[in-house]
Nanobody, 115 residues
Framework: QMHPMESGGGFVQAEGSLRPSCAASGFPFSNRDMSWYRQAPGKEREWIASIDQFNDRTDYKKSVSGRFTISRDNALNTLYLQISRLKPEDTAVYYC????????WGQGTQVVVSS
């Protein structure tokens, strides 16, 4: 069964940092362009960042650009999201999937930012 497993969220104060990670399972991670998504309370899930399979190109939602950094380690089948200067509006459950959202969704990892 192809699904990622997210971890690394937590409760932090504004301006803090976290580094969620996503472990790939059951699919050829190194061949997939991957993305991070998030779903805030009461809102729909949204795309926030993508990285190509070669670790060469990244794209970001405008509201997170400059604060979030997506990266990957194909040898470890793991995707990362370095989050800096957190804001309360970053509070959400964070998920990873490929850029086509073709994988089964994992449980996500919760990030809660207090002001």
């Amino acid at each position: 069964q192809m699904h990622p497993m997210e971890s690394g969220g937590g409760f932090v104060q504004a301006e803090g940092s976290l580094r969620p990670s996503c472990a790939a399972s059951g699919f050829p991670f190194s061949n997939r362009d991957m993305s991070w998504y998030r779903q805030a309370p009461g809102k729909e899930r949204e795309w926030i960042a993508s990285i190509d399979q070669f670790n060469d190109r990244t794209d970001y939602k405008k509201s997170v650009s400059g604060r979030f950094t997506i990266s990957r380690d194909n040898a470890l089948n793991t995707l990362y999201l370095q989050i800096s200067r957190l804001k309360p509006e970053d509070t959400a459950v964070y998920y990873c999937n490929d850029v086509l959202m073709s994988l089964n969704w994992g449980q996500g990892t919760q990030v809660v930012v207090s002001s």
